[in-house]
């Protein structure tokens, strides 16, 4: 079986522990570089892990021509310089989010990739869960009814958090909103459908140069007449749900968002009673990567664009003030 050959830029505590064994899962990927900013360091993780190349610099590791794609792990401000790189370089890219630090920037990261006829994929692997998936077959199945109002919270303690950088905003961009906001924003524009009309958020403390929100509340209009409510914040304990409130029932999920672990599904009934089920979440970085190999090895469109990751930056951008 043909294999994507890749290389992981931002060889952090994530790619490590996530990225790297997700690689090792598939089929259709095989990790053949990657990139720290202490050659030593990369070295010495190369040699712990099998890996053929290790590299302190970014060109470095885009100049060999074993590596046919990149997985862009490194902190949020350099999301597009190393996709303009690569781009340059003629490797594919799939990118963590958020995609980007502004609208700017992700329209730049498509037309470089278009110019360059290199594939990009935006990391939503949210979308792969099998249990979002579930909520989204309840929902287009009819058996809510008609879907008013919905809601998507997602909230983590920072202070838990391996990276240095989460809470410079010259380097994250934003707190919440832009970190875990944004995965909360991606799954419920996945589960409903529709086009973001209008927004309204409310940051405390406010987003400066000097300073990071630490908690969100954003209120979306959809382009289908539904409302969505997004909470988020780095004050909090892990915590992910997501509502959808019908005429006929409302649908909460809990726990979607851990890899290989178990969803919460609720029905809960015009009458209050409920109905309670169990969903393997499923191997959902397994399933993104295998969904990037495929559109690179058969030269098909992504499953996730740059187009997707462009329409949340929109909204993060909005809800920022940009």
């Known amino acids: 079986m043909e294999k994507l050959k890749i290389g992981i830029l931002g060889f952090g505590h994530f790619a490590e522990q996530t990225i790297m064994p997700a690689v090792r899962r598939t089929k259709t990927m095989?990790?053949?570089?990657i990139q720290k900013r202490n050659l030593k360091a990369a070295e010495d993780k190369a040699k712990k892990?099998?890996?053929?190349?290790a590299y302190g610099g970014e060109e470095q590791l885009l100049q060999n021509p074993e590596v046919e794609a990149v997985f862009i792990a490194s902190?949020?401000?350099r999301h597009l310089p190393q996709t303009r790189l690569a781009a340059q370089f003629g490797k594919h890219v799939i990118c963590e989010k958020p995609m980007a630090l502004t609208v700017?920037?992700?329209?730049?990261m498509i037309r470089v990739c278009k110019e360059a006829r290199?594939?990009?994929?935006?990391?939503?692997?949210?979308?792969?869960s099998k249990s979002v998936?579930?909520?989204?077959?309840?929902?287009?199945?009819g058996q809510l009814g008609n879907v008013r109002f919905a809601?998507?919270?997602?909230?983590?303690?920072?202070?838990n958090s391996s990276r240095t950088w989460i809470d410079d905003p010259s380097v994250a961009g934003g707190g919440p909103i832009m970190d875990i906001g944004v995965h909360a924003l991606d799954t419920i524009r996945f589960i409903l459908g529709g086009e973001i009309e209008d927004v309204h958020a409310f940051l405390e403390p406010p987003f400066t140069n000097q300073q990071i929100e630490m908690d969100a509340q954003i209120g979306l209009r959809f382009s289908n007449r539904r409302f969505v409510s997004i909470q988020t914040s780095?004050?909090?304990?892990?915590?992910?749900?997501?509502?959808?409130q019908g005429t006929k029932a409302i649908l909460q999920l809990r726990n979607y968002s851990f890899n290989l672990g178990t969803g919460i599904l609720t029905m809960i009934f015009p009458d209050l009673s409920e109905k309670r089920w169990l969903v393997e979440n499923g191997d959902f970085y397994k399933a993104e990567l295998e969904a990037f190999a495929r559109a690179v090895l058969n030269n098909e469109e992504p499953e996730i664009p740059g187009e997707e990751g462009l329409k949340n930056q929109i909204v993060l951008d909005q809800a920022y003030g940009k």
């Open 30 to 33: 095989e990790l053949v570089a």
């Open 49 to 53: 892990y099998g890996i053929p190349f």
């Open 75 to 77: 902190s949020n401000n």
């Open 104 to 108: 700017a920037e992700s329209e730049e």
């Open 118 to 128: 290199v594939k990009l994929m935006i990391a939503h692997m949210l979308r792969y």
């Open 133 to 141: 998936r579930e909520a989204k077959a309840i929902l287009e199945g």
């Open 151 to 159: 809601r998507s919270d997602f909230s983590i303690d920072a202070n």
């Open 234 to 244: 780095f004050r909090l304990f892990y915590e992910t749900l997501i509502e959808l």
